[in-house]
């Protein structure tokens, strides 16, 4: 499976964005998929997952109540609604699609896609 994810851009502090990932390839409904993101000079780090049906979502403690994932399995879309965006957010966005139903922060996603930049200006 491809997966491609899209949304990414400048936006100030306060502000919104939706970052939308799409699969190609095959179906990636019975998948769990989640979001990461990696800031220049750091480690990736998890950010939310969403479980197949979108049934049990997972936050990072540091995007809780800002963040929102979400999923279209008819289009094969997972969406990362960010609000309330502040500059320690500024990070290349990676999603991500474990090969379970249930991803969580301490397991890697089996495919990745490439990152959006998403730049959070103060």
């Known amino acids: 499976v491809q997966l491609q994810a899209s949304g990414g851009g400048l936006v100030q502090a306060g502000g919104s964005l939706r970052l939308s990932c799409v699969a190609s390839g095959r179906t990636f409904s019975n998948n769990a998929v989640g979001w990461f993101r990696q800031a220049p000079g750091k480690e990736r780090e998890f950010v939310a997952t969403i479980s197949w049906n979108g049934g049990s979502t997972i936050y990072a403690d540091s995007v809780k109540g800002r963040f929102t994932v979400s999923r279209d399995n008819a289009k094969n879309t997972v969406y990362l609604i960010m609000n309330s965006l502040k500059p320690e957010d500024t990070a290349v966005y990676y999603c991500?699609?474990?090969?379970?139903?249930?991803?969580?922060?301490?397991?890697?996603?089996?495919?990745w896609g490439q990152g959006t930049q998403v730049t959070v200006s103060s």
């Open positions: 991500g699609a474990w090969l379970s139903s249930y991803g969580n922060r301490n397991n890697s996603p089996r495919y």
